[in-house]
């Protein structure tokens, strides 16, 4: 018999956005904007903000010519960078946030978690190990346990009997074809029509790119206590990293443990928020 291979899904920030100073100083200079120059100084001196953060308050003050005062005759004072962003999350304008994207990749998730993560298509980019180039290994891919089978004894080894069962019979096909031995088009070809019989739990990897009125969206959504288990510490996980990194982006979020998850809430966000007004 094989044994289960018990993994925990994994959550790794690999990049973000960042400016481009001397493109940017360019731009002010160029504008008569040189004072947000200020800002950007006090942002990082004083509130130890970020790119991202810097980026996006570029963007939402020159929705309305407020980078620095008397471009626009309505403006007699301009906002902090911070209280830009914190003022432009709590009207509920939307657009400016998609301009600055995150980069993930997510370990050992299962494809039940992918099959569900996938149906978010704003402001998202996803690439998916290939289940037609990528073979089952002979021991068995990992697979996350969910709460409820690991704390019922005879579920657990109902569960793990089952996986047991499922792997060697991969592999048992993968011998009859000799896949081996043939061309990668065919090793395709196999590997593909093979794969139908593995479980949907195999882990397996993904990356995500995602903005972040997106990032703000999934984490509502997918951290909520009525959501899968599996995708709750995923998205939980993801919380925590932004929360370290860029914490004016949740700003406005509450979080509260629920069932050992973190569960994030947005409540004077409506809907998916509004648009910019122009």
């Known amino acids: 018999m094989i044994n289960l291979i018990e993994v925990t899904p994994k959550v790794y920030l690999l990049g973000a956005t960042h400016v481009f100073y001397d493109s940017l100083e360019e731009y002010l200079k160029d504008t008569d904007n040189l004072d947000f120059l200020n800002d950007i100084r006090e942002a990082q001196e004083k509130h130890n903000l970020t790119d991202v953060d810097i980026l996006t308050s570029f963007f939402a003050k020159l929705c309305y010519l407020a980078l620095s005062v008397g471009l626009n005759a309505n403006i007699t004072r301009t906002r902090s960078i911070r209280s830009n962003i914190t003022n432009t999350m709590e009207s509920g304008h939307g657009s400016v946030f998609e301009h600055c994207q995150f980069n993930f990749v997510l370990s050992d ?48 080894t109902i569960y793990k009997e089952a996986v047991d069962v499922n792997t060697p019979y991969i592999q048992k096909l993968y011998k009859i074809f000799g896949i081996d031995a043939e061309n990668f088009t065919e090793k395709k070809i196999l590997t ?3 794969r139908r019989i593995a479980p949907t739990g195999s882990a397996n990897e993904i990356g995500i790119s995602l903005n972040t009125r997106s990032l703000r969206h999934i984490i509502g959504m997918r951290t909520s206590r009525h959501a899968e288990e599996e995708i709750r510490i995923v998205f939980s996980e993801m919380a925590k990293i932004i929360e370290e990194k860029y914490p004016l982006m949740l700003h406005g979020g509450i979080s509260e443990e629920v069932n050992g998850i973190d569960e994030w809430t947005f409540p004077k966000l409506h809907g998916y928020e509004r648009d910019n007004e122009n």
Request: charged share 25%; net charge positive; hydrophobic share 35%.
């Open 109 to 156: 998730v299962s494809r039940v978690l992918t099959h569900e993560l996938v149906r978010h298509r704003i402001g998202v980019a996803f690439s998916q190990e290939s289940g037609r180039y990528c073979r089952i290994p002979k021991e068995g891919s990992g697979m996350f346990i969910p709460t409820c089978i690991r704390e019922n004894p005879e579920a657990l």
């Open 192 to 194: 593909s029509a093979i």
